[in-house]
């Protein structure tokens, strides 16, 4: 299948400060992107669906100006969780398909975000 | 409201048995639907993919079966082996976005 890399796959940063995460589509061009957050031993939650070339549309109760998406090409997707606080600490995971709605989703492999 | 659910919670099975995953949504206009394994933090690896007009797919030991007039689909694991110890998760693909259930942890015993 399709290879989604997500970087980095662990983070620490202090209260106060910002992060950024990339999700990548090696080997496909993804028009669509989806981020995720996933809370210990629960489901994956849908933040945002990442547009490239146009603006994120979120989730409701999802925070525009906290969590920054940013999808400038075809293979590139980044979320900057910005004003990082202890509730923000989780386990982030990305998401692309390689072609409308009907086709596979493939998944990074993460990014645990651990704010102190 | 789309909503997911996946029955068990968790299952623990001695090495070599079949067993069957269980999935049910509410609403049945689905895309497709999509069964994924995840790993203790890690990321979710694709199993297997079910186009909204097809009734089953298998992949080596594992068949995954689509009922969208009922909402339901089951995914069968033959002779369950321990590397098969993980989270599955079933998820639908509706009006652009993937809905999740909960999961099943499965751990197979040696």
């Not at chain 1, 994120?56 to 900057?80: M, P, R």
């Not at chain 2, 049945?28 to 007009?53: E, V």
Request: proline share 4%.
């Amino acid at each position: 299948g399709a290879v989604v890399s997500q970087h980095p796959s662990r983070v620490i940063c202090k209260s106060g400060t910002s992060v950024k995460i990339e999700c990548r589509s090696l080997d496909f061009q993804a028009t669509t992107m989806f981020w995720y957050r996933q809370f210990p031993k629960q489901s994956l939650m849908l933040m945002a669906t990442s547009n490239e070339g146009s603006k994120a549309t979120y989730e409701q109760g999802v925070e525009k100006d906290k969590f920054l998406i940013n999808h400038a090409s075809l293979t590139l997707s980044t979320l900057t969780v910005t004003s990082a606080h202890p509730e923000d600490s989780s386990f982030y995971i990305c998401s692309a398909r390689q072609g409308g709605m009907n086709t596979e989703a493939f998944f990074g492999q993460g990014t645990r975000l651990t704010v102190v | 409201k789309q909503e997911v659910t996946q029955i068990p919670a968790a299952l623990s099975v001695p090495e070599g048995e079949n067993l069957v995953l269980n999935c049910s949504f509410t609403d049945s206009a689905i895309y497709n639907l999509q069964w994924f394994r995840q790993d203790p933090g890690k990321g979710l690896t694709s199993l297997l993919l079910i186009q909204s007009s097809q009734r089953e797919q298998t992949s080596g030991r594992l068949n995954a079966s689509l009922d969208k007039s009922s909402g339901r689909s089951t995914l069968y694991i033959a002779a369950s082996q321990p590397g098969d110890s993980a989270t599955y998760l079933c998820a639908v693909h509706n009006t652009g976005k993937l809905i999740f259930g909960q999961g099943t942890t499965l751990q197979v015993k040696p």
